[in-house]
Structure formats: C-alpha cells, structure tokens
Nanobody, 125 residues
Framework: HVQLVESGGGSVQAGGSLRLSCAGY????????LGWFRQAPGKEREAVAI????????YLDDSVKGRFTISQDNAKNTVYLQMSNLGPEDTATYYC???????????????????WGSGTQVTVS
C-alpha cells in the first residue's frame, strides 16, 4: 500500500531556510501528483506546492512564490520542498500529499488528496 514518509521539519528563525523531504513507497512514481499541504492551528489545510504527474506542471501557492521550490528525485521516489526566507506565517504542520492523476481545481483542495503523510511541524519565530 502507499506510504509517504516526511522528514526535515523543525524550528527556525524568521528569514531562515528548511528543506522538507517526502519519500514515497508502494506506487509507481510516474503515476502520482506529489506535493505539500500545510495546516496552521485553526485554519484549513491548504495546498502549498504540487508537482503534477511527470513533473510537467507545478503549482505554487501565491504566498510562497519566490520563496519555496518543489523538486523530485525519481530514483529515490522522493519529493522535496525547499523553503527559504521563512516567516512566522509559514508556521504550520506540513503534510506530504499524493494523488493519482491530476487535481481538478486550479488551487488543489485537500479533499482531492488520496494519500497523506503523517505531517512534520515547521515553526518560525
């Protein structure tokens, strides 16, 4: 069965950087749209960055454009989220997300996700 294992969260000062990793198991990498959502306390889970199938298309939320980069290593079945110039507004639990095929919404919605990682906390102070 599909498993997503995140790593790389932690605490950082404003202006700092972190890289999140998500290793995937149990599926063919080329069939999945992989990416990251985040959820801050009291808020809905929102899409941050998505790599569509075969990496042809990328989604980045407006709030992270110019600061976050999503990439993948097909050989390792791993997707990365490089986050720079972090601010307190980026504090949240970050979840790796996977979905067969494409997202229907221009702004991917959490109900479209088929598989979730357990989440990794990012705290910016």
């Amino acid at each position: 069965h599909v498993q997503l294992v995140e790593s790389g969260g932690g605490s950082v000062q404003a202006g700092g950087s972190l890289r999140l990793s998500c290793a995937g198991y149990g599926y063919r990498y080329s069939d999945m749209a992989l990416g990251w959502f985040r959820q801050a306390p009291g808020k809905e889970r929102e899409a941050v960055a998505i790599l569509y199938v075969s990496g042809v298309k990328t989604y980045l939320d407006d709030s992270v454009k110019g600061r976050f980069t999503i990439s993948q290593d097909n050989a390792k079945n791993t997707v990365y989220l490089q986050m720079s110039n972090l601010g307190p507004e980026d504090t949240a639990t970050y979840y790796c997300a996977a979905k067969y095929g494409s997202y229907e919404n221009i702004h991917p919605r959490q109900y479209e996700v088929q598989y979730w990682g357990s989440g990794t906390q990012v705290t910016v102070s």
